[in-house]
């Protein structure tokens, strides 16, 4: 499955689309992980994944378990922001494990390369 990588640089933001090939080293992956972004053409930069969400438009939620998709009871943070005090909704959430059903994956640079992110996107292209 093809991904969408939104990085985050800072006040910059970069969009990177991931090609099914080379997105199979980023399934298995949680929130919170690191991983060699080399592999996806930014040599030397390592990201952090900090959410995302699934072909149907559910966010990614770290506090649940893997893969599947649940309904939880939510007063509040990803997937839902409460309008009063106290009130409370039943919403869906994605678990915090990126599968196949995941097409938009949010990351932050955790270590910098020698060279921008634009310069090798631009390479790219």
Wanted: cysteine-free; glycine content about 12%.
């Amino acid at each position: 499955m093809a991904f969408k990588l939104v990085i985050s640089e800072g006040k910059d933001s970069h969009q990177l689309e991931v090609p099914a090939t080379e997105s199979k080293p980023l399934v298995g992956l949680r929130i919170g992980e690191e991983f060699d972004a080399s592999n996806i053409g930014l040599n030397g930069y390592t990201l952090k994944i900090t959410g995302g969400s699934d072909k149907n438009g559910f966010p990614m939620k770290k506090d649940v378990d893997g893969p599947r998709r649940i309904k939880s009871l939510l007063a509040g943070g990803t997937g839902f922001k409460p309008k009063r005090d106290g009130q409370r909704r039943r919403k869906t959430v994605r678990g915090n494990t990126v599968s196949d059903d995941i097409v938009q994956i949010s990351a932050v640079v955790a270590q910098k390369g020698k060279k921008s992110i634009e310069e090798l996107l631009k390479t790219d292209e």
